[in-house]
């Protein structure tokens, strides 16, 4: 048995950088930047006003300011200010030439229909400078950015409109259990829904990645053994649930290395997810993950997903805020790392939540994270600052 942080070691350097491929900007959620992207413009592309208001002359303020023309955004200025002008101007639209600063609205009076004066002390110009905030030929986003809404938006606005990106692996869910049905499907007797495999679906799904669901393995090694193959036929990464530690049933080791398959780790010392399986061939990987639902929850959310980006060229950093622990927290057995599920308090800490152990699925429904409990630590005290992984 290995330390997680061994695991994890193993899974990030055992992962390949896939190969890329072009597509269009507004198709790129959630893909991984496989190229620097550089702006073709300056950003502003002029001096524009940055709200609705009268460019001027700073120097003139003090003065009745005589108005010769309205600028609309989109429009070119058709008159210079000179001294004691000004001209009515929308946020947005390009700077007179002449001026140098703008007035908002709201701090001026109308004296008649050609005149205003300007009631405060001027204290800054409202103007956007041309290239201010991008020069031509600048970086706007780097190679290995994790694409969301607003870089989306940086690159409409510097026009590139097909951009490369890491392909996505093709991945694979077969949860195993002859005391599976699927979810739609009411339990009889011994039976149980398949919650895993609707997880580890939508946890993949929310990578932005297509899951190819190959159903329920029933525990026969002719059933287990079809639907592995066909798996590994058509896919990089096959993620199963169940079958992997040591009862008589648990067969995915064996008709894994039977494909040839080389296992690089079987059990890892953490709780929840101790039987956790990860076994390679070539560039096809297989992770098999324990049966109890909130085991595979977490081992996929803490290797498989770091793995995942990997291959696609993107740094997964977790994301972490540190709280305060709201009371004393003790646990049994210290000779494993912990997984605690957790929630934010209104009093600005974080509370373990009543956890029964892997089985206990409804423990995590209102779970804000985890926090991880060191090999070795029994007892976490109230007060003290902790790691809070979020979900």
């Known amino acids: 048995m290995i330390t997680f942080e061994e695991a994890y070691k193993i899974v990030v350097e055992a992962s390949q950088l896939i190969d890329t491929e072009t597509i269009t900007y507004n198709r790129s959620l959630n893909r991984i930047l496989a190229e620097d992207v550089k702006s073709d413009i300056d950003m502003p592309p002029f001096d524009k006003s940055s709200v609705d208001g009268y460019a001027c002359r700073a120097a003139d303020l003090k003065n009745e300011l005589t108005l010769i023309e309205i600028i609309a955004a989109g429009t070119i200025p058709n008159k210079e200010i000179l001294e004691n002008q000004c001209s009515k101007i929308m946020?947005?639209?390009?700077?007179?030439?002449?001026?140098?600063?703008?007035?908002?609205?709201?701090?001026?009076?109308?004296?008649?229909?050609?005149?205003?004066?300007?009631?405060?002390?001027?204290?800054?110009?409202?103007?956007?400078?041309?290239?201010?905030?991008?020069?031509?030929?600048?970086?706007?986003?780097?190679?290995?950015?994790?694409?969301?809404?607003?870089?989306?938006?940086?690159?409409?606005?510097?026009?590139?409109?097909?951009?490369?990106?890491?392909?996505?692996?093709?991945?694979?869910?077969?949860?195993?259990?002859?005391?599976?049905?699927?979810?739609?499907?009411?339990?009889?007797?011994?039976?149980?829904?398949?919650?895993?495999?609707?997880?580890?679906?939508?946890?993949?799904?929310?990578?932005?990645?297509?899951?190819?669901?190959?159903?329920?393995?029933?525990?026969?090694?002719?059933?287990?053994?079809?639907?592995?193959?066909?798996?590994?036929?058509?896919?990089?990464?096959?993620?199963?649930?169940?079958?992997?530690?040591?009862?008589?049933f648990d067969i995915v080791p064996k008709i894994i290395e039977n494909f040839g398959f080389e296992t690089l780790f079987h059990n890892v010392a953490v709780q929840p997810g101790k039987p956790t399986l990860f076994s390679r061939?070539?560039?096809?990987?297989?992770?098999?993950?324990?049966?109890?639902?909130?085991?595979?929850?977490?081992?996929?959310?803490?290797?498989?997903?770091?793995?995942?980006?990997?291959?696609?060229?993107?740094?997964?950093?977790?994301?972490?805020?540190?709280?305060?622990?709201?009371?004393?927290?003790?646990?049994?057995?210290?000779?494993?790392?912990?997984?605690?599920?957790?929630?934010?308090?209104?009093?600005?800490t974080i509370l373990p939540i009543e956890y029964h152990g892997s089985a206990h699925l409804n423990s995590i429904a209102y779970a804000d994270g985890f926090i991880a409990i060191p090999v070795g630590v029994n007892t976490l005290k109230k007060g003290e600052i902790i790691h809070v992984r979020q979900i």
């Open 91 to 248: 946020t947005g639209a390009m700077l007179p030439k002449g001026a140098d600063a703008v007035i908002m609205v709201e701090d001026t009076e109308t004296t008649d229909n050609k005149h205003i004066k300007y009631l405060k002390e001027y204290s800054k110009s409202n103007i956007a400078y041309e290239a201010e905030d991008i020069k031509k030929g600048d970086i706007v986003l780097k190679k290995g950015t994790l694409i969301k809404a607003h870089h989306i938006a940086v690159l409409a606005e510097v026009g590139k409109t097909e951009i490369e990106v890491y392909k996505q692996p093709k991945i694979a869910v077969i949860p195993t259990g002859d005391e599976l049905v699927e979810p739609e499907i009411k339990p009889k007797n011994t039976q149980i829904r398949n919650s895993n495999g609707a997880q580890m679906i939508a946890q993949i799904q929310e990578i932005g990645i297509p899951v190819n669901y190959i159903g329920i393995a029933k525990d026969t090694e002719n059933d287990t053994f079809n639907k592995i193959k066909k798996a590994i036929d058509e896919n990089d990464i096959i993620l199963l649930s169940g079958g992997v530690s040591m009862g008589d």
């Open 281 to 348: 061939k070539g560039n096809k990987f297989i992770f098999g993950l324990p049966g109890n639902p909130v085991s595979s929850f977490m081992q996929l959310n803490l290797l498989v997903k770091p793995f995942i980006f990997n291959m696609m060229g993107y740094k997964f950093v977790p994301k972490n805020i540190k709280m305060p622990l709201e009371k004393d927290y003790t646990r049994k057995n210290p000779n494993r790392m912990s997984w605690i599920p957790v929630v934010l308090t209104e009093n600005g």
